[in-house]
């Protein structure tokens, strides 16, 4: 069984604490312990990629910004491993979140298919999004009132009805 240095730990926990000063003791306490069992060396970290349909299935907005602060980063750490899925940590300057992701969710699991089907989503949301611009341009041009930039299409396609003008088509 590995042997800790308590001291080292309780200072360094204590040196959490003092650096950001809204910090429970017990987090900092957590945080210390999951530090010092952390490995030593990190001498070859392998680069991981996430599928994006995982994360926004499976986390707010908020927790998204940190993982993929901490891929880009690489400090997307591996802390155990089972047959079918990794766990992860998710370090950055906002916190960490620990995880567990299947290895099939990878992005080095990404087959072609699947490749041809991100790159059509893409595509579909650019058109989707330049036909928008296109009828916020159209509406501001005819003087419709409460027009405005962000407004779903479904919304702009009922003003400028209601103001008897024909929908111009993609």
């Known amino acids: ?61 908020n927790q998204r910004y940190i993982i993929n602060l901490s891929i880009i980063s690489r400090e997307l750490t591996v802390l155990s491993e089972t047959e079918k899925a990794l766990k992860f940590r998710a370090n950055s300057d906002f916190g960490y979140i620990d995880f567990w992701c299947p290895k099939s969710c990878l ?35 005819n003087g419709i009132k409460g027009i405005r930039t962000g407004m779903k299409t479904l919304t702009l396609k009922q003003k400028i009805s209601a103001a008897g003008l024909a929908v111009p088509q993609k």
């Open 1 to 61: 069984m590995k042997k800790f240095n308590l001291k080292s730990i309780m200072k360094r926990a204590w040196e959490i604490k003092k650096e950001h000063k809204d910090n429970i003791f017990s987090l900092c306490l957590k945080m210390a312990w999951t530090e010092a069992k952390a490995p030593a060396s990190k001498e070859e970290v392998k680069s991981y990629e996430i599928k994006k349909w995982f994360l926004e299935k499976n986390f707010n907005q």
């Open 107 to 141: 992005a080095e699991n990404v087959t072609e298919q699947e490749k041809k089907w991100e790159e059509e989503r893409q595509n579909r949301i650019a058109s989707g999004l330049d036909y928008n611009k296109k009828l916020v341009e159209f509406a501001k041009a």
